[in-house]
Each structure stands twice: as C-alpha cells, then as structure tokens.
C-alpha cells in the first residue's frame, strides 16, 4: 500500500437531504511544534490563519473549510486563553510540541474530496511527525468522523449491529497499538451489551439510548456514540455524563485506527478503507440479521462468545463475501 492508496467509496454516499456525506478526520502525533505544524497546514492547502494563541491555531482553507491544530494540553490550553500575549507560553508550547500530541483537527470534507489530505500527510511526515508506535506511553491515534446518513432509529441500529459484530475483527485489521489496547481510550463494548443490542428487534430510539448509555456512558469507546446522541438528545445525554467535550455532531467518532504517520506507506486511506467495511455491512439488513443470529448462537455457557472463534468466522465471512 502506498501514500496514494484511494479512499473507498461506500455503497450510501449522501444524506438524507440528498447531499454527499462528509468525513472528518483527527490525527495525533508528536516530533513537530504547533508552529511547525500550523505552517504545514497553511502551505499544503493555501490556507489563511484566522486564530492563535500558544496552544492552538486555526487555519481556513478554501473549499474545505477550518482546519484545528492543537496541543493536547488543558493547562497550556487554559493559559494561553487567559494570558494571550505572555512570551513564556510560546516557548511552553514549542517545547511541549515534542512531548505533547499534537492534534489535527480537520473540518468535516465530502467524500469525493477526500484524497486532498494524502499530501498534508506526507508533508507532515518529511518534516519529522511521528505517531504511535514511536511512543511508549502515549496512545496517539487517528479518529474518523463520518457522518451518518440518516438520524433515524433503524439507520443507527444497524451502524451499531455492524459495528459491535465487527469490534474484535478490527482490533486485528488494524492492527491497534499494544499502548492503545491497553489504554482506556479505545474500550470496546462489552459484550453484554452487544448480545442486548443484536438480541433486540427494530427497536426505536428510546431503547436505543437506554441501551447505550446504560453500558458505554463514557467517551472512551473505540467507537463513540456520545456525539451522535447528543446531536439527537442533548438534555439526556448530559443528565447521565455532563462532559464539556462531547460535542453534538451527526457523526459517528471512530477512534480505534493508530496514527502510523512516519511510515511511508501508511495513509488516511488505509484506517479508513478499515472502517468502510462497517459501513459496508450496516448498508445490508439481511446479512447483519444472519450474523447476529450467527453471534448469539455463538455463546458458550460461563463463558461467551469466544473472541478468536469469532474473529476467525468474521474474517473469512468478509472474505466470502468480497468485503476484506
């Protein structure tokens, strides 16, 4: 696989007003400044800066929209808003940049437009970033952003059934970080809750929600629905985790793909032509009803679904029917 690996289109390419979908894509890594990376941005994609302070900048490019680059620090974050023109905060952050992820935060781009970042990936990569499996106690990674295509209960439940069926499949396709399995950032959904949701039958959204946030009230998902509930019911997903960083947003936020920025051959592509095989299967009822059934039937008494069993049937499922 190379840098100009193509980004696979999945079979719903607009939403529910017609319009094509859009991606947004985070990305984390360290080995640059928030300067240095600021620059890159702007050059690559002939951007103008429109904010800055010693922990973050934002630069407009046309046709795409606002791209965020951070540093992933509260303290350094809290300062430079309240102490704006301090020298010691520029020399902070320009230290803490080789410490401290920085965090690309780019703004969500339509699918068709998608290839547009392979060069700011690789410009980021000759200037020097590097990403996960350069740190051994941070869990840099890459977040997808994609939007759903619908906001209605059967469109979510099924992203959900794909999902939860694929899980442990894609711990191994992309082949996550042993720092990020470890870390509690990237948790997987209990199993639990996977046989209440593949045991339900078109349930509606109020089971949907009481579902999920009785098990994964948290953001540290590998697949975090939180945005996606709020964006529907804001009040309730607060009433039962009142964290400032879950923002409403119609899209799903995928965090399990690593960041492997400073290998050639690794691309945005690559973590999202992964997790386009869950958009695939979430676009086919009748096969995530056999694979549910499939799931369930799959337990063993005391001791549940065998992971490795079931990670081997997905792998050749989806070979068998041309999805890996």
């Not at 799931?295 to 989806?318: N, P």
Request: aromatic content about 8%.
């Amino acid at each position: 696989m190379n840098q100009t690996q193509s980004f696979k289109s999945p079979s719903c390419t607009v939403n529910k007003e017609g319009a094509e979908r859009k991606v947004g894509f985070e990305l984390e890594f360290s080995g640059l400044t928030l300067q240095q990376t600021s620059e890159i941005v702007r050059e690559t994609l002939n951007g103008t800066l429109k904010h800055q302070t010693a922990a973050e900048t934002v630069i407009h490019c046309a046709g795409l929209g606002a791209f965020n680059i951070e540093l992933d620090w509260n303290y350094l974050k809290e300062k430079a808003a309240s102490d704006k023109d301090q020298p010691w905060l520029e020399l902070l952050s320009d230290a803490a940049g080789l410490l401290v992820p920085v965090e690309v935060v780019c703004p969500p781009i339509t699918l068709s437009r998608l290839n547009q970042l392979d060069e700011l990936v690789m410009q980021l990569r000759q200037a020097g970033a590097i990403g996960t499996e350069e740190s051994m106690i941070a869990a840099y990674g890459v977040h997808i952003n994609s939007e759903i295509p619908s906001l209605d209960a059967a469109t979510l439940f099924n992203y959900l059934r794909a999902f939860s069926l694929l899980q442990w499949w894609l711990v191994e396709a992309h082949e996550v970080n042993t720092t990020r399995k470890i870390s509690p950032y990237i948790d997987l959904y209990p199993e639990k809750y996977i046989k209440q949701l593949l045991s339900r039958d078109h349930p509606d959204m109020e089971i949907i929600f009481s579902d999920y946030l009785q098990h994964n009230a948290s953001r540290n998902r590998a697949l975090d629905l939180l945005p996606l509930l709020a964006e529907i019911d804001e009040d309730r997903v607060r009433r039962c985790i009142d964290d400032p960083k879950i923002k409403p947003r119609p899209t799903f936020h995928y965090r399990m793909p690593n960041c492997n920025i400073e290998h050639e051959n690794w691309s945005l592509a690559l973590s999202w032509n992964i997790w386009w095989v869950v958009e695939q299967l979430a676009c086919q009822p009748d096969h995530l009803n056999e694979l549910s059934a499939a799931f369930l039937a799959a337990e063993q008494s005391l001791l549940g679904v065998s992971r490795k069993l079931w990670t081997e049937y997905i792998d050749q499922w989806l070979k068998n029917h041309a999805l890996a």
